[in-house]
């Protein structure tokens, strides 16, 4: 099990989010949700060499807030990404 897939079990983290390419380069942004409601989050980026979370080293690595700080943040990613990518992102998120 990975460090970010033993951060996730141990805060009780729920996947709510996801969004990027899973290709041979890659750039990936998840959010998840705690039973106190509050949210964390996560980008990665690399190639085939490796993994999404392989350079987390720890839960201080999540970033945390509530839904509008979870949608800047994915925003902030996403500024160089798919506009509709970006669109139908930010209509999930409106959504938790």
Do not use: H
Not at 12 to 39: C, H, T
Not at 66 to 95: C, H, M, N, P, Y
């Amino acid at each position: 099990m990975s460090k970010l897939d033993e951060a996730v079990q141990d805060l009780q983290l729920v996947e709510v989010f996801e969004a990027g390419d899973d290709d041979y380069s890659w750039n990936i942004f998840k959010g998840w949700k705690a039973p106190s409601g509050r949210f964390f989050w996560f980008s990665d980026s690399g190639c085939s060499c490796y993994g999404f979370g392989d350079n987390f080293t720890s839960a201080a690595d999540l970033s945390d807030g509530d839904r509008d700080a979870l949608e800047r943040a994915f925003r902030e990613w996403a500024v160089s990404d798919d506009t509709v990518q970006v669109i139908e992102g930010v209509e999930k998120l409106r959504q938790l």
